[in-house]
């Protein structure tokens, strides 16, 4: 069983179209995250939530739209998708409420390719 | 502020050669945790080591070593008789108790192991 899944793991896609990319953990943790990996691997935090809680809102476009169902599940919806939107998204989770002290589980990645 | 630095961009290394990664770090903060993750060819990635800011026993785990170093800000990972399974983009990451989005990830070493 894979602990955290996320759905597609390829998504390619036109300009202005909108798209949602689904993540799913089976660990039983309180928190995920979206994570969006650029071009030259860099990695930045999205959003994270606990519980179904926001916690965390980083400086992302309001076209990104996080939600989550239950704890088990943090969906991502892009409206109006740009260019430079194309990346590797990154679902993840933790035990915990905060990134702290806790190992983060990763899944496989979205790679997202906006033409 | 916090923030991770790995100067290695590319490493290339013959197999068997032994090979170090370095990560240097930068936070205010006296508690803190350092996390190693790896990102194989497949895209995933994996958490390989966590260490608290109090803690600056070096750690070995079969080929895997870290040496955390707080008077020059650093912790190193180092590879023992690399494997061609080795080959993957290594990430350093800083976390800090305070403030909600408090991991940091550094740019990845992309290591190259070479039969």
């Known amino acids: 069983d894979t602990a955290v899944s996320q759905t597609p793991k390829y998504l390619v896609t036109q300009m202005g179209n909108d798209k949602s990319i689904k993540c799913e953990q089976n660990l039983g943790h309180d928190t995920m995250y979206w994570y969006k990996q650029d071009s030259k691997k860099f990695l930045k935090i999205m959003f994270s939530y606990n519980n179904k809680e926001l916690i965390i809102n980083e400086t992302v476009p309001n076209r990104f739209s996080p939600k989550s169902p239950d704890k088990a599940h943090l969906n991502l919806h892009i409206n109006s998708l740009e260019l430079g939107d194309s990346a590797v998204y990154f679902c993840a989770s933790s035990q915990g409420r905060t990134a702290t002290n806790e190992k983060l589980f990763f899944g496989s990645g979205t790679q997202l390719s906006v033409l | 502020a916090q923030k991770v630095t790995q100067a290695q961009t590319e490493i290339s290394v013959v197999e068997k050669e032994d090979v170090t990664l370095d990560c240097v770090y930068e936070?205010?903060?006296?508690?803190?945790?350092l996390f190693w993750y790896k990102q194989p060819p497949s895209g995933e990635l994996v958490f390989l080591i966590r260490?608290?800011?109090?803690?600056?026993q070096n750690e070995i785990s079969g080929r895997y070593s870290w040496n955390f170093q707080k008077s020059t800000s650093s912790f190193n990972f180092t590879i023992t008789a690399s494997q061609v399974v080795d080959s993957a983009v290594y990430f350093c990451a800083l976390s800090v108790v305070t403030g909600a989005n408090n991991l940091f990830f550094g740019t990845g070493t992309r290591l190259t192991v070479i039969p």
């Open positions: 260490r608290n800011s109090f803690d600056e």
């Open positions: 936070t205010r903060d006296t508690t803190y945790y």
